[in-house]
């Protein structure tokens, strides 16, 4: 029976992908591709930031200056409204709702508790879009945790989702290990990537970091006085070239002092490469303890690892199986079936 979907895509931005865009145009393309017959429009701010892997596949909306207040007259007749982060509009929806909750540490997290007012709003705004929905998805356990802290318990139907990572991060046995350790982020403090420039400090290790901002670059390799044969931080990274990258790097490093699921250690295991994380409950849940853990500010710690690391084929074959079990369409069969029953209700 077809159905119609209502999409809250502003996180499609033209030229920059983000961690939520990515999860948005997996979840859609999984949908599309199990039910051809059912109508998903996305609503955009910019009508050419559809990603090009949807084009044909969703119907494209432009949205109205005021979004959030034509929302509820731009869902009528649709059999559902789906977000993909906590920001449901104010007004009731004449359709279910489902968003998803991939982290609150811009509320809980140190660094980023200045702007009080600023605070006191996205508080709000999640409450009040915990109270409205009819399905919450959270991309791990501790981003549940963490919400019903602020939140208190939920009442509505809430399940534990990882997204999925692409298909394409595959091995590829014919690629050499080259001596370089990878670090994939934007470098915003929760990142914690200074404590990576600490531990590779007066040693002769080296590293690659991919995402990180051009303007955070800068300022980090001029308090760490980065030595650039040591320190290579990559701009304008495309996926394939990313790609090779995990399949070459030693080890994949994720320092995080917080985190909603972290997509790279997961992404690094599908390539069949180890990943040396933070040892926080998130990461611990997300890599099923396969990884090599490390307390997040021990700059001493993170060096020795690194300098001492050896990569055991065991659990590496344990993190591949791990990895492919939350990969491509099977990585989304339980977000749609979650679809599949709200809208058949």
Not at 118 to 145: E, P
Not at 255 to 262: R, Y
Request: hydrophobic share 40%.
């Amino acid at each position: 029976m077809t159905k119609s979907i209502l999409v809250d895509g502003r996180e499609f931005v033209l030229g920059r992908r983000t961690g939520i865009g990515r999860f948005l145009e997996g979840l859609l393309l999984a949908i599309t591709a199990k039910h051809t017959d059912w109508s998903c429009t996305v609503v955009l701010n910019e009508i050419d930031a559809l990603p090009e892997s949807l084009q044909g596949k969703v119907e494209v909306l432009q949205s109205p200056k005021y979004l959030e207040w034509f929302f509820p007259k731009l869902a009528e007749g649709s059999d559902l409204f789906l977000s993909p982060y906590p920001k449901l509009p104010v007004r009731n929806m004449p359709c279910p709702c489902v968003h998803t909750i991939h982290d609150v540490f811009y509320l809980t997290h140190p660094a980023y508790q200045g702007n009080r007012l600023r605070r006191t709003a996205a508080l709000w705004r999640l409450k009040h879009a915990v109270s409205k929905a009819d399905l919450t998805w959270f991309d791990s356990l501790t981003s549940k945790h963490e919400t019903q802290g602020l939140t208190g318990e939920i009442n509505h139907t809430s399940h534990i989702r990882f997204p999925s990572i692409e298909a394409s991060f595959k091995p590829d046995r014919r690629i050499k290990k080259k001596d370089f350790f990878l670090f994939v982020g934007n470098g915003l403090p929760h990142k914690n990537v200074q404590t990576l420039l600490g531990a590779i400090n007066q040693t002769d290790l080296v590293l690659k970091c991919v995402g990180i901002q051009p303007e955070i670059a800068e300022k980090l390799a001029h308090v760490f006085a980065v030595n650039a044969a040591q320190v290579e931080f990559l701009q304008g990274v495309d996926d394939k070239a990313l790609l090779k990258l995990y399949r070459q790097t030693k080890a994949l490093l994720q320092p995080s002092t917080a985190e909603g699921f972290g997509y790279p250690p997961l992404e690094a295991m599908a390539c069949a490469t180890p990943a040396i994380v933070s040892d926080i409950p998130v990461l611990r849940e997300t890599t099923n303890n396969l990884s090599t853990y490390v307390a997040p500010h021990d700059a001493k710690a993170w060096q020795q690892a690194m300098l001492s690391f050896d990569a055991d084929a065991e659990s590496i074959s344990q993190g591949l199986v791990w990895a492919e079990q939350h990969q491509g369409e099977a990585g989304w069969a339980a977000h749609i079936l979650d679809i599949e029953q709200l809208v058949q209700n």
